[in-house]
């Protein structure tokens, strides 16, 4: 089955996805916001909080996601969807996270991260449609 040439022609595709340098500015941006978001709680001043727990534990997910992209698109196309649901957990996360006020640092910091991470995420998916043939934003009509 892995020498199909259907098989063989869908893996060309997402790995050219993958290549083409937009995709590869998406993944590097997505690596550095979900480092800074790891980072942020030191970096905005709210360690000692329970988002800042959070945000570690969020920010090195997206950049894993985010090697994992640039290494293996191919591998990892199915999984694209993930990046922008971290995004918008990022940004609701300091109302549903309690055990301590939260600044307007501290959610600037959230909300604005978490933004650019669904875009980017979001983008991320566009990429992964392009990878299966299929222009973004196209729908298949339905079946009768």
Not at 30 to 38: I, W
Not at 116 to 143: C, D, K, N, Q, Y
């Amino acid at each position: 089955m892995g020498t199909h040439p259907d098989i063989l022609e869908l893996r060309a595709r997402y790995e050219a996805a993958g290549a083409n340098p937009a995709a590869q500015l998406t993944d590097g941006l997505t690596l550095l916001s979900g480092l800074y978001l790891a980072l942020s709680p030191w970096v905005v001043g709210f360690q000692n909080r329970p988002i800042a727990v959070n945000n570690l534990v969020t920010g090195l997910a997206i950049a894993v996601l985010a090697l994992c992209y640039s290494s293996a698109f191919g591998r990892t196309h199915g999984i694209s969807w993930i990046a922008p649901v971290l995004g918008l957990w990022t940004i609701i996360a300091p109302w549903v996270i309690r055990g301590g006020t939260n600044t307007a640092g501290t959610i600037a910091n959230n909300v604005v991260t978490g933004a650019i991470l669904l875009a980017l995420g979001l983008t991320t998916v566009r990429f992964s449609m392009i990878g299966r043939g299929r222009p973004a934003g196209f729908h298949a009509p339905p079946e009768h």
